[in-house]
């Protein structure tokens, strides 16, 4: 079974920085492309960042370029997403999830970024 647990949100100050962690299993994570998505209250889920199997390629929103940088560990099956200088904007729930095949969505993790 297909299990994806985030971790590592909370609640920061404009400027700030979180490294979100997501620990994958019941699949062969070195197979995917994996993505972080978020949802904002309000709107609906966006893809923010995304890597491939081996990180050769790495490709993120706009609205987050520059600012986060998405990582993976295949030896661990964890994906990573390191936000700095985060903005009030970027407050959501993240996820993450692979690009296709999503079975199963995770808990989340809530990041609220407020002074």
């Known amino acids: 079974q297909v299990q994806l647990v985030e971790s590592g949100g909370g609640l920061v100050q404009p400027g700030g920085s979180l490294r979100l962690s997501c620990a994958a299993s019941?699949?062969?994570?070195?197979?995917?492309?994996m993505n972080w998505y978020r949802q904002a209250p309000g709107k609906e889920r966006e893809l923010v960042a995304s890597?491939?199997?081996?990180?050769?390629?790495?490709n993120y929103a706009d609205s987050v370029k520059g600012r986060f940088t998405i990582l993976r560990d295949n030896s661990k099956n964890t994906l990573y997403l390191q936000m700095n200088n985060l903005k009030p904007e970027d407050t959501a729930v993240y996820y993450c999830?692979?690009?296709?095949?999503?079975?199963?969505w995770g808990q989340g993790t809530q990041v609220t970024v407020s002074s």
């Open positions: 890597i491939t199997s081996f990180s050769g390629s790495r």
């Open positions: 999830n692979r690009a296709i095949r999503h079975d199963y």
């Open positions: 019941g699949f062969t994570f070195s197979n995917y492309v």
